[in-house]
T-cell receptor, first 115, second 113 residues
């Protein structure tokens, strides 16, 4: 079956512009996560959606970052007024639920470069 | 604060020998742990997991050990193969409230032929 799909795979934008990143999770997966990986660093949690519950936004680094998810399908991560420190690979993952035994399945990420 | 730590940024192992990757955590409420492998320009791939009610889980060449009293887990790969060369991340999840996963900073494994 299809895995997690992210688009675009690469995005170059000018400082100050807004960008929107898209994630299509695995069909039927109720949980969706966004992470970011800066060069040479680990995976930094951004936001987590689980079904119709309120999302856990505790990892969003500033109010320039926001994310939405429609039901149990597509999610978009929006970064407003991009800064150079936003340059990173943004990874989306989905899982069948929040329970033990439901590992995360990642997409290949969107590499964002802010010039 | 770094709740999940991988203190070795890199490791080199000869093909056929054992690779041991280590991970330490600070939150005693973590109840589910996972290991991922990541190749360049790809997303992390799930390898193996372990629940806090167990101390060992095995899947083929991969075994994960959990020592709850020490808040330590390790991934053993035996025998190591050149295709295992990648960055390995451990991750941990809390048992209640939000189910977000906290990842370590990764260990780059190089298996020498």
């Amino acid at each position: 079956g299809a895995g997690v799909s992210q688009s675009p795979s690469n995005k170059v934008t000018e400082k100050g512009k807004d960008v929107e990143l898209r994630c299509d999770p695995i069909s039927g997966h109720t949980a969706l996560y966004w992470y970011r990986q800066r060069l040479g660093q680990g995976l930094e949690f951004l936001i987590y959606f689980q079904g119709n519950s309120a999302p856990d936004k505790s990892g969003l680094p500033s109010d320039r970052f926001s994310a939405e998810r429609t039901g149990e399908s597509v999610s978009t991560l929006t970064i407003q007024r991009t800064q150079q420190e936003d340059s990173a690979v943004y990874l989306c993952a989905s899982s069948a639920g929040g329970g033990v035994g439901s590992p995360l399945h990642f997409g290949n990420g969107t590499r964002l470069t802010v010039t | 604060d770094q709740q999940v730590k991988q203190n070795s940024p890199s490791l080199s192992v000869q093909e056929g020998r054992i690779s041991i990757l280590n991970c330490d955590y600070t939150n005693s409420m973590f109840d589910y742990f996972l290991w991922y492998k990541k190749y360049p320009a790809e997303g992390p791939t799930f390898l193996i997991s372990i629940s806090s009610i167990k101390d060992k889980n095995e899947d083929g060449r991969f075994t994960v050990f959990l020592n709850k009293s020490a808040k330590h887990l390790s991934l053993h790969i035996v025998p190591s193969q050149p295709g295992d060369s990648a960055v390995y991340f451990c991750a941990a999840r809390g048992s209640s409230g939000t189910y977000k996963y906290i990842f370590g900073t990764g260990t780059r494994l190089k298996v020498l032929a």
